[in-house]
């Protein structure tokens, strides 16, 4: 019995990576301060209509619930993590996004950014997280929100994230300017280039 569970999880685990016990904290640089009364979220670039929203208003904006498995480049991974957030794919329509708009950048605070393709970036799992197993995102883990982008190495889920940018290039982000992987799937094992 619990060999086939070790197999069910080990089928789970992509190539290289380890399952973590806890919830590793990364990034670089301190964590902002939130400032709910100043604190905005925009939706901006190759789009028709432009977005800024309050927190008021981002926490009132149709939400859903992911369940999904977590992979961070320094091969520890996480299973069934909960998030809730606005979906990226909502936050597109609302602003209109032009169909020259094929990449977005995630901005974070102190010059963080991470670049995806938009097609991935709205899909259905895709979110603008801001709350954590029922409860508010902690602000360790980027909250109030962050992205979160099951899909790729974690690196691609910016934290604290203050706004989306459309682009009709791509724009290579943070991490992706220092060797890590445009692509960043870790089925593939795209690390570092
Ligand atoms: N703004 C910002 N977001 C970031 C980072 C960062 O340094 N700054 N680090 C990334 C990396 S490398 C990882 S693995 C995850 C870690 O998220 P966690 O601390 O919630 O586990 O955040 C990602 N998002
Ligand atoms: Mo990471």
């Given at each position: 019995?619990?060999?086939?569970?070790?197999?069910?999880?080990?089928?789970?685990?992509?190539?290289?990576?380890?399952?973590?016990?806890?919830?590793?904290?990364?990034?670089?640089?301190?964590?902002?301060?939130?400032?709910p009364t100043a604190w905005r979220f925009r939706v901006f670039g190759e789009v028709d209509s432009p977005q800024?929203?309050?927190?008021?208003?981002?926490?009132?904006?149709?939400?859903?619930?992911?369940?999904?498995?977590?992979?961070?480049?320094?091969?520890?991974?996480?299973?069934?993590?909960?998030?809730?957030?606005?979906?990226?794919?909502?936050?597109?329509?609302?602003?209109?996004?032009?169909?020259?708009?094929?990449?977005?950048?995630?901005?974070?605070?102190?010059?963080?950014?991470?670049?995806?393709?938009?097609?991935?970036?709205?899909?259905?799992?895709?979110?603008?997280?801001?709350?954590?197993?029922?409860?508010?995102?902690?602000?360790?883990?980027?909250?109030?929100?962050?992205?979160?982008?099951?899909?790729?190495?974690?690196?691609?889920?910016?934290?604290?994230?203050?706004?989306?940018?459309?682009?009709?290039?791509?724009?290579?982000?943070?991490?992706?300017?220092?060797?890590?992987?445009?692509e960043a799937d870790p089925w593939k094992e795209e690390r570092y280039w």
């Open positions: 019995m619990a060999r086939a569970v070790d197999e069910r999880y080990a089928k789970r685990l992509p190539p290289g990576q380890y399952m973590a016990r806890d919830f590793p904290v990364l990034h670089v640089g301190d964590v902002p301060r939130f400032d800024e929203f309050t927190w008021e208003q981002f926490l009132a904006l149709p939400a859903r619930a992911v369940t999904a498995d977590i992979h961070c480049v320094t091969r520890w991974s996480k299973f069934d993590t909960q998030w809730t957030g606005v979906p990226t794919k909502y936050l597109f329509e609302v602003a209109r996004v032009r169909p020259t708009a094929r990449f977005v950048v995630a901005h974070g605070p102190f010059g963080y950014t991470a670049n995806l393709p938009r097609a991935l970036a709205e899909a259905d799992d895709v979110l603008l997280a801001h709350t954590y197993e029922g409860k508010p995102l902690e602000p360790i883990h980027g909250g109030p929100v962050r992205m979160f982008v099951p899909s790729r190495y974690f690196w691609k889920s910016t934290k604290w994230c203050t706004g989306l940018e459309l682009l009709s290039e791509d724009r290579p982000g943070f991490w992706e300017t220092r060797g890590y992987h445009n």
